[in-house]
């Protein structure tokens, strides 16, 4: 029997849950960045900012935006490290990509565009000042893989910098829940025409790794002086690591 993973409160088959969360994202695309501004209010450019601040770039660095989709990210890390250095933006969905591409060439921005898997990163080792992803790891299969694939195109003294969904507040977990898995699919429903891959998101935040766990996935994939932050009574959680080795 081949070994299961979840895909939201579902298991699945490990081969499956890319597919799976391929169409997820295909069907989503176009109104990823509109649904994006609607569940949050608006928090998740300041959760973005607030990671980028984290990162510590100079001008002149090479940034790896893994899993970074619409280019949200790309574009934001952008300014810090041009003119002389580079930000490649890369996603295993070519829905998201062209969504993304589309977005930086509006602004005037040719980032290199890479669809790739971020459990097989196809770049050089000890390549990178930093790495981020924001909102994608949970959606990987095999974490402790693409954590251990980051870690290995920093280079020396690189970091890498996870911006994710984590665990509220205990005291706020009711209404939470019932924001999740009421208000988030029925908007889903009414602006993208899809309620499943917006309860599909609601799920898969509950069985991503916690704060706690996140931390000890990274340190296990090699990263030094682990620690995250909190954002909005843990709603989202920013998790950095250094590459000393």
Known sequence: MDKQTDFGFQQVE????ARRVGAVFSTVADRYDLMNDLMSAGLHRIWKLFSIELCGLRPGQRVLDVAGGTGDL???LWPRVM???EVVLT???????ARGRDRL??????????RCDAERLPFVSDHFDCVTIGFG????TRKELALREMYRVLRPGGR?????????YKPLAPIYDAYSFTVIPWLGRLVAGDAASYRYLAESIRVHPGQEELKGLLEGAGFERVDYLNLTAGVAAVHRGFKYG
């Open 83 to 85: 003119p002389r250095g």
């Open 160 to 168: 890498l910098v996870v911006l994710e969904f984590s665990r509220v």
């Open 137 to 140: 790891l949970r959606n990987v």
């Open 91 to 97: 996603d295993i969905n070519a829905e998201m990509l």
């Open 74 to 76: 790309t574009r934001k």
């Open 14 to 17: 490990e081969a499956d849950k």
């Open 105 to 114: 060439l509006d602004r005037g921005l040719t980032p290199p565009i890479v």
